[in-house]
C-alpha cells in the first residue's frame, strides 16, 4: 500500500544486497517511518520478540526470511543441519499465539530438506541450500500479499450489499487491532475488503479501537487507513457495544492470530467482547484470513498457546514528545498487572470467515470444503 504516494511492502531483500532483509519497524509509527536492516536470526528475532513487526501473516513473512538467513549463516558453520535447527527453535521461541510463525519455519525446513541437494555439504550444497531458502522466503511473503488480495476480492461482496441496502449511505465497519497491511506483507486481511470497497468507489467508515495495551488499533490501523484516504474514527475499546446498540455498526471485520480448523479464533484481547456485543445486537461478525492462520492440528479453541507480556504495557502509556517516544506511569508503581495478548471468540459467534478461497462458515464442514487437502 501507499506510505506519502509510495508504494511499500512490509518486508523485502535490500535490492543492492539480497543477503539483507529489510522491514518497516513499526514501534515508531505513526510518528516515524523508519525501515529496519535485518542481517543476523538474532537481528530478525528481536524483531519479531520485540513487535519491530509484528501481525500474524508479518511474523510468518518475517520467519521466512530469518531462515533464508538461517542458510547464510549456516554456511559459514561447522555444521548446516545443526545451526539450520537452532535458528529455527530461536525463531520459533519468539512469540506464541500466531500460527503463522511456525508454519513458515516448517516450510521453510522442509522445502531446505526435499531440495535436489547433495548431502556431502559442500559448498556447492549449501549453496543450493541458500537458494531455495531464498526462494522460499519470497514465495511466502508474495502468497501472503496475493492471499491478502483475494479475501479483498472475497469481502468486497459483503459490503456491497450492505451499501445497496443503505442506498449509498457509508458502510459502518469496526475493527480491533491491526490486520491492516502492516500485519501482512501488503493488503492485509480484515482491511482489503474495506480497500476494495474504497478503491472502486463505495463509501466506507470504520471504527478503530485504540486496542489497549500497545494501541495498534489508534497507531497503525489509523494511520494505514489515513494513508490510503480511508474515512475513520479511533474509539476506545469500550464503545463497540454503545454504537452497536445505537445501529451504528454494520459490520465487524478482524483479523486472526489463529484460528482451529473447527472456527475458534484467536485474536488481539478484546476480540471475544466485541463478538459478544455483535451476537447481542445482529451485527455481523467477520473474521479475515490466510489459509496459513489456520491450526490444522487444533480442535479445540481453547488449547490455544496465549502470549503473556510485561506489565509496563499495562501500567503506563507512551506517546511521540518533542521528536521522541517518551513512556509515562498511569498506574500506582506497585499494582501487580496482568497482560493477556490475546482472547479466544467461540466459533458459535462467528458469522463467517473471509479467506483467500472464499466466505465459508466457522465449522470444521465448511471449513474443510474450501480446504480439502487438509481433511485429516
Ligand atoms: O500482538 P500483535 O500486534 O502481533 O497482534 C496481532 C494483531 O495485530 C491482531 O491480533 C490482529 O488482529 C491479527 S494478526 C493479522
Redesign the pocket.
Given at each position: 500500500m501507499k506510505v506519502g504516494g509510495q508504494h511499500f511492502r512490509t518486508i523485502w531483500l535490500k535490492p543492492e544486497d539480497d543477503r539483507v532483509v529489510q522491514l518497516i519497524d513499526q514501534r515508531f509509527l505513526p510518528h516515524r517511518f523508519a525501515i529496519e536492516d535485518v542481517s543476523t536470526v538474532e537481528q530478525m528475532a528481536t524483531a519479531i520478540r520485540d513487535?519491530h513487526v509484528?501481525?500474524?501473516?508479518l511474523?510468518g513473512a518475517s520467519a521466512g526470511y530469518g531462515m533464508y538467513l538461517a542458510t547464510l549463516e549456516a554456511a559459514q558453520s561447522g555444521s548446516f543441519n545443526r545451526h539450520l535447527a537452532s535458528a529455527a527453535a530461536q525463531l520459533n521461541a519468539t512469540?506464541p499465539t500466531?500460527v503463522n510463525l511456525a508454519w513458515a519455519i516448517e516450510r521453510q525446513l522442509k522445502s531446505i530438506a526435499e531440495g535436489k541437494i547433495a548431502q556431502d555439504n559442500s559448498e556447492n550444497s549449501s549453496r543450493a541450500r541458500i537458494d531455495i531458502a531464498r526462494q522460499t522466503a519470497r514465495q511466502i511473503a508474495a502468497e501472503n500479499e496475493e492471499h491478502c488480495r483475494m479475501i479483498g476480492e472475497h469481502g468486497l461482496p459483503l459490503l456491497q450489499e450492505i451499501a445497496r441496502k443503505k442506498n449509498g449511505k457509508p458502510v459502518n465497519v469496526l475493527t480491533?487491532?491491526?490486520?491492516g497491511w502492516l500485519?501482512?506483507v501488503d493488503h492485509g486481511?480484515?482491511t482489503a475488503p474495506i480497500y476494495a470497497a474504497h478503491d472502486r468507489g463505495l463509501s466506507v467508515h470504520v471504527w478503530i479501537d485504540e486496542t489497549r495495551p500497545?494501541n495498534?488499533g489508534s497507531k497503525l490501523t489509523a494511520w494505514e487507513l489515513g494513508q490510503h484516504g480511508v474515512p475513520h474514527t479511533v474509539i476506545a475499546d469500550n464503545t463497540g457495544g454503545h454504537l452497536m446498540q445505537r445501529g451504528d455498526v454494520d459490520l465487524v471485520i478482524?483479523?486472526?492470530?489463529r484460528t482451529t480448523y473447527t472456527g475458534d479464533v484467536a485474536?488481539?484481547i478484546g476480540t471475544y467482547l466485541k463478538a459478544l456485543a455483535a451476537y447481542d445486537n445482529q451485527v455481523p461478525f467477520y473474521v479475515a484470513l490466510p489459509s496459513s492462520?489456520f491450526d490444522w492440528t487444533l480442535r479445540d479453541g481453547s488449547k490455544i498457546p496465549i502470549e503473556e507480556r510485561g506489565a509496563g504495557e499495562i501500567k503506563n502509556a507512551d506517546g511521540w514528545l518533542d521528536g521522541r517516544q517518551v513512556e509515562v506511569r498511569v498506574a500506582p508503581e506497585q499494582s501487580p498487572a496482568a497482560n493477556y495478548?490475546?482472547d479466544v471468540t467461540p466459533r458459535r459467534l462467528v458469522t463467517g470467515l473471509i479467506t483467500e478461497r472464499g466466505v465459508c462458515k466457522a465449522d470444521e464442514k465448511s471449513i474443510l470444503a474450501l480446504f480439502p487437502e487438509h481433511a485429516p
Open positions: 513487535m509484528r501481525g500474524a501473516g511474523i512469540r500466531a480491533h487491532c491491526n490486520a500485519a501482512f486481511s480484515a500497545r495498534q478482524v483479523g486472526t492470530d485474536n488481539k492462520s495478548g490475546f
